[in-house]
């Protein structure tokens, strides 16, 4: 067995045993209310976070380019309260000029 497929196996068993480290220890046990509402802000700051390096991250460096527009577009589309499709079109749109330009 190659090293590589050795990592991939041990990472694999490692993502499996952290997964069901959490019901294993809850047993269906509810979370207190101050951790729940630490968990229940966790998803969109990864989002955003995740948001954030993909327009503006580049190679070691901030890149300010068309993506920003596109992503300042679909924010001003979603405080409009937009569909989210209109979003994503809004955002590829301005995207797309902004390039063209």
Do not use: Y
Request: aromatic share 2%.
């Amino acid at each position: 067995m190659s090293a590589v497929w050795l990592a991939v196996i041990v990472v694999g068993a490692a993502t499996i045993l952290l997964k069901a480290t959490g019901p294993v220890l809850l047993g269906g046990r509810e979370l207190p209310p101050h951790v729940n509402a630490l968990v229940v802000l966790l998803a969109p700051a990864v989002l955003a976070a995740l948001v954030v390096t993909q327009v503006v991250g580049g190679d070691r460096e901030l890149v300010f380019d068309a993506r920003l527009v596109g992503l300042g577009a679909a924010c001003i589309a979603i405080a409009l309260r937009a569909p989210l499709l209109v979003v994503v079109v809004v955002a590829a749109a301005a995207t797309a000029l902004a390039r063209l330009a």
